[in-house]
């Protein structure tokens, strides 16, 4: 799962994407604010 998100193309960065490049910034388009992605919250419903 990729702990990144772009701001301005949205794509999702990995971090061997973040690894190859020089400093922090979306190796798609080259916008240097990421987001950290939060691992979607599983939400246990108890079921009768
Ligand atoms: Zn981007």
């Known amino acids: 799962m990729a702990p990144y998100i772009c701001g301005r193309c949205q794509k999702e960065i990995t971090m061997k994407g973040l690894e190859s490049l020089p400093g ?5 388009c080259g916008f240097r604010i990421l987001y950290k992605q939060r691992p979607p ?3 246990k419903l108890k079921a009768r």
Not at 24 to 28: A, E, L, S, T, Y
């Open 24 to 28: 922090v910034k979306c190796p798609h």
């Open 41 to 43: 919250i599983v939400q």
